[in-house]
């Protein structure tokens, strides 16, 4: 007999401050002036008064250093 799949919650991923950083020192960039108002821009948007950790990390993924959206 076969045993029935899981139906339990997924397991939660561990949360962005808790993991270790995946690139070197070295490979890692700064957001440009564009990507920072765009963060600023979603956090002012969600209530909060400045950026917070995901807001730079949507922007640095989602935003271009010129300021366009990524493909």
Known sequence: M????DRSHP???TKPW???NPKPRA???TLTD????RARQRADE?????P???????ASKHIAADGTPKA
């Open 27 to 29: 490979a890692r960039g």
């Open 46 to 50: 969600a209530g909060r008064r400045y």
């Open 11 to 13: 397991k939660p991923k």
């Open 18 to 20: 808790t993991r270790p």
């Open 52 to 58: 917070n950790l995901v807001d730079n990390m949507w």
């Open 2 to 5: 076969t045993t029935p799949p």
């Open 34 to 37: 564009a990507q920072k108002d």
